[in-house]
Nanobody, 123 residues
Framework: QVQLVESGGGLVQAGDSLMLSCTASGRTFSNYAMGWFRQFPGKEREFVAAITWYGMTTYADSVKGRFTISRDNAKTTVYLQMNSLRPEDTALYYC?????????????????WGQGTQVTVSS
């Protein structure tokens, strides 16, 4: 079992930056690929970014060049640095862990999920 706790969400203005953190406890963190997903009201959860245990990253086209995912295996924490935020980035952001060796974009590959943290970007 892996427990994930996100933090760092909040209300910011368009163009601002925000860093989300997700701290894991339980099983060996470095065995898991980690991902960030987001969910808009009334919509399905969508992929944002993923990182393998060895640091290879994958991004959704909508955030490429603005968001950066990273991880610190010693701190069992994964981060999502979000720059140049837009109102359309407003969503509930979830951290997830997957028992795979690649940076999966598929929700079905992820075994554990955090509770989510709200990001709101005002125009």
């Amino acid at each position: 079992q892996v427990q994930l706790v996100e933090s760092g969400g909040g209300l910011v203005q368009a163009g601002d930056s925000l860093m989300l953190s997700c701290t894991a406890s339980g099983r060996t963190f470095s065995n898991y690929a980690m991902g960030w997903f987001r969910q808009f009201p009334g919509k399905e959860r969508e992929f944002v970014a993923a990182i393998t245990w060895y640091g290879m990253t994958t991004y959704a086209d909508s955030v490429k060049g603005r968001f950066t995912i990273s991880r610190d295996n010693a701190k069992t924490t994964v981060y999502l640095q979000m720059n140049s935020l837009r109102p359309e980035d407003t969503a509930l952001y979830y951290c997830a862990a997957a028992r795979v060796t690649w940076g999966s974009i598929h929700i079905s590959d992820y075994n554990y999920w955090g509770q989510g943290t709200q990001v709101t970007v005002s125009s």
